[in-house]
């Protein structure tokens, strides 16, 4: 890292200072907002991991409860979705880039740093947050079938769904179709800048291709979540499960509609731009609504239901007619 004598700047770097010292201040609050709602959110997946294993060890000594612990693997994977999509977003952050991945090592050169950018955009937008979303998606499916499928298959269907968008945006990321050749600035993750001490900075941005694929993902699944929550309310008779999943479908699809939203606007502005700072915050905030209202919905509250009734109050769905029965795994 280099340092520099600010007591005599020269005149470039009293320039680089002057246009863009407010950029770095402004920077590092929303940078301090993100790395404390990440502690936070990891503090709640610390939570529902707690609730998972503990329900899972409670299971073998209770025979009501061995139905409703059918797909710990499930909530399992849905907990380390978040946890990971968390700790990726602290790839986005240019000071802890360059200062705390390897802190026994060198520090990271603007190449390897301009790397973890395209790592980010991948595991975010391919991986971490279509995982969860999906993992949402099966759970409530699985809350209007009579049997629980096997948690196995239910893991490997939630990657099975995920893969497709994971090799698309693999795919804009690192390579281009020969035949039709995608323009550099529609795929570019990162920008090269000079901070306010006149150092190159790299920061990330969300390229525009990986935006329009996520936007599509976003689209079908926001349209077979809707109608699954349909379904599930139009066979739930206790009006304080009817809420939860009301509750559950506003958290996922409005804070979707809102990230695409300023997913759009971060496209039109610089990454150096003070616009772009609120825009990168406001993606973060509208995934982490998202995040902490399903662990809530489809983790802890179940489990702490469960435990306290021994798993017959977790059913979402009972008695929905004459002779019909349908039972709800979480």
């Given at each position: 890292?280099?340092?520099?004598d600010?007591?005599?700047?020269?005149?470039?770097?009293?320039?680089?200072?002057?246009?863009?010292?407010?950029?770095?201040?402004?920077?590092?609050?929303?940078?301090?907002?993100?790395?404390?709602?990440?502690?936070?959110?990891?503090?709640?997946?610390?939570?529902?991991?707690?609730?998972?294993?503990?329900?899972?060890?409670?299971?073998?000594?209770?025979?009501?409860?061995?139905?409703?612990?059918?797909?710990?693997?499930?909530?399992?994977?849905?907990?380390?979705?978040?946890?990971?999509?968390?700790?990726?977003?602290?790839?986005?952050?240019?000071?802890?880039?360059?200062?705390?991945p390897?802190?026994?090592?060198?520090?990271?050169?603007?190449?390897?740093?301009?790397?973890?950018?395209?790592?980010?955009?991948?595991?975010?937008?391919?991986?971490?947050?279509?995982?969860?979303?999906?993992?949402?998606?099966?759970?409530?499916?699985?809350s209007?079938?009579?049997?629980?499928?096997?948690?196995?298959?239910?893991?490997?269907?939630?990657?099975?769904?995920?893969?497709?968008?994971?090799l698309?945006?693999?795919?804009?990321?690192?390579?281009?179709?020969?035949?039709?050749?995608?323009?550099?600035?529609?795929?570019?993750?990162?920008?090269?800048?000079?901070?306010?001490?006149?150092?190159?900075?790299?920061?990330?941005?969300?390229?525009?291709?990986?935006?329009?694929v996520?936007c599509?993902?976003?689209?079908?699944?926001?349209?077979?979540?809707?109608?699954?929550?349909?379904?599930?309310?139009?066979?739930?008779?206790?009006?304080?499960?009817?809420?939860?999943i009301?509750?559950?479908?506003?958290?996922?699809?409005?804070?979707?509609?809102?990230?695409?939203?300023?997913?759009?606007?971060?496209?039109?502005?610089?990454?150096a731009?003070?616009?772009?700072?609120?825009?990168?915050?406001?993606?973060?905030?509208?995934?982490?609504?998202?995040?902490?209202?399903?662990?809530?919905?489809?983790?802890?509250?179940p489990?702490t239901?469960?435990?306290?009734?021994?798993?017959?109050c977790?059913?979402?769905i009972?008695?929905?007619?004459?002779?019909?029965?349908?039972?709800?795994?979480?």
């Amino acid at each position: 890292m280099q340092f520099r004598d600010f007591h005599a700047p020269t005149a470039a770097a009293a320039a680089s200072s002057a246009t863009t010292a407010s950029v770095p201040y402004l920077d590092s609050a929303f940078d301090l907002a993100t790395i404390c709602l990440i502690s936070a959110l990891l503090l709640l997946s610390l939570l529902s991991l707690f609730f998972v294993f503990h329900l899972r060890l409670k299971c073998r000594t209770s025979h009501q409860l061995q139905n409703f612990n059918s797909l710990w693997t499930v909530r399992l994977l849905l907990v380390l979705f978040i946890s990971f999509w968390a700790v990726n977003e602290l790839l986005r952050i240019p000071f802890f880039r360059r200062r705390y991945p390897y802190p026994f090592l060198p520090a990271l050169t603007l190449a390897q740093q301009a790397g973890l950018c395209k790592v980010h955009v991948v595991l975010s937008l391919g991986l971490y947050e279509p995982g969860f979303l999906v993992t949402f998606l099966f759970l409530v499916n699985v809350s209007v079938k009579k049997h629980s499928r096997d948690n196995k298959w239910g893991v490997v269907i939630v990657f099975a769904l995920c893969l497709p968008i994971f090799l698309l945006q693999l795919f804009f990321t690192y390579f281009s179709p020969p035949e039709v050749p995608i323009p550099g600035f529609l795929k570019r993750s990162f920008m090269t800048i000079k901070d306010g001490y006149g150092n190159d900075a790299v920061l990330c941005m969300y390229p525009l291709v990986n935006t329009l694929v996520f936007c599509a993902f976003a689209i079908v699944y926001a349209v077979c979540f809707l109608l699954s929550c349909w379904r599930v309310v139009s066979l739930v008779i206790n009006k304080g499960l009817r809420v939860r999943i009301y509750a559950l479908a506003s958290a996922v699809l409005f804070p979707l509609l809102v990230q695409l939203l300023f997913l759009g606007i971060s496209v039109v502005f610089s990454p150096a731009d003070t616009f772009y700072g609120g825009a990168a915050l406001m993606v973060f905030l509208s995934v982490l609504c998202c995040t902490v209202v399903g662990e809530s919905i489809l983790i802890i509250r179940p489990i702490t239901e469960a435990l306290s009734a021994g798993g017959d109050c977790c059913r979402w769905i009972r008695d929905v007619g004459p002779g019909k029965q349908v039972a709800d795994e979480g």
